[in-house]
């Protein structure tokens, strides 16, 4: 009897040992074509996550960062494994994790949420050098509608500023010396126009349309920054006076002053 009882435990024993390597959850899921990768299933234990993907994801990954359901970070989440198609993230709480943005490299990232169901949703960042990061996915999906919502509001706040901050450059400035003058005049490109005065009058040197302005009110003197092109491009700033009526700049030597109203009157 004794020994009936002790090949039981031992059995038991062994069963529970082998249990615990297995993972506590499962979720698997339906192929998605939005992008070149997909996850195939996401096995979470008591210790680790491990996402697996469809196919050979991964020949680097310099960075995971951890998500809960809410999207919030947690920073304690960060000791991880990529190995061509499968990706392991070691937790205290694998439990907690929703979400994650995997830094492949500076050109590529990808930006998970809803692992723990049955339908995951992913973007993918991918840089260049002369438009800078642009995401692809399915955002439709990725975002909840409080988000979109959200994002719609702070765009619609974004044009406000980007029309106040050129309102208070439109028009004509010239140079103390009057042989420069710089004209904006297309709010829409927000375009700036570089002329040099020559014997036969104004000769046009430098169109620039930005494609973002922004504008710094707290900064002493006031800070308008013009940014040419996404990527890596030139950030152009025009620091005004109090009246706005003088402003220096980075892209043009000296101090340029706009005529007052009853001036040009």
Same mark, same amino acid.
């Given at each position: 009897?004794?020994?009936? !009882? ?25 192929? *998605? ?40 970070? !947690? ?35 990808? *930006? ?28 439709e999906a990725f975002y909840t509608e409080a988000e979109k919502e959200k ?53 046009l040197s430098q169109t620039i349309n930005g494609y973002s302005i922004s ?8 800070? !308008?920054? !013009? ?39």
């Amino acid at each position: 009897m004794k020994k009936i !009882i002790s090949f039981g435990l031992l059995l038991v024993s062994c069963l529970l040992t082998a249990c615990s390597g297995l993972p506590k959850e499962t979720y698997t899921y339906e192929t *998605q074509d939005e992008l070149a990768v997909s996850i195939e299933k996401t096995k979470v234990y008591d210790d680790k996550i491990v996402v697996c993907f469809s196919k050979g994801a991964f020949s680097e990954v310099e960075e995971v960062s951890c998500y809960n359901a809410e999207f919030e970070y !947690i920073a304690d989440d960060v000791a991880f494994e990529a190995k061509e198609d499968v990706l392991t993230v070691y937790s205290s709480q694998p439990d907690n994790i929703s979400g994650m943005k995997i830094t492949v490299n500076h050109y590529l990232y990808y *930006q998970i949420r809803y692992l723990d169901s049955d339908a995951y949703a992913m973007l993918q960042g991918d840089w260049a050098d002369d438009y800078g990061y642009f995401v692809s996915g399915d955002k439709e999906a990725f975002y909840t509608e409080a988000e979109k919502e959200k994002q719609k509001q702070l765009q619609e706040e974004r044009k406000a500023e980007q029309a106040r901050a050129y309102a208070m450059l439109e028009g004509e400035w010239d140079s103390e010396d009057g042989l420069t003058r710089i004209v904006f005049a297309d709010s829409d490109k927000l375009s700036m126009e570089i002329y040099k005065y020559s014997e036969d009058g104004w000769d046009l040197s430098q169109t620039i349309n930005g494609y973002s302005i922004s504008l710094d009110e707290e900064a002493e003197p006031l800070c !308008i920054e !013009i940014e040419e092109a996404r990527g890596y491009s030139m950030l152009y700033s025009f620091y005004l006076n109090k009246d706005k009526t003088e402003f220096t700049c980075n892209c043009v030597d000296g101090n340029f002053y706009k005529e007052s109203s009853e001036e040009a009157e």
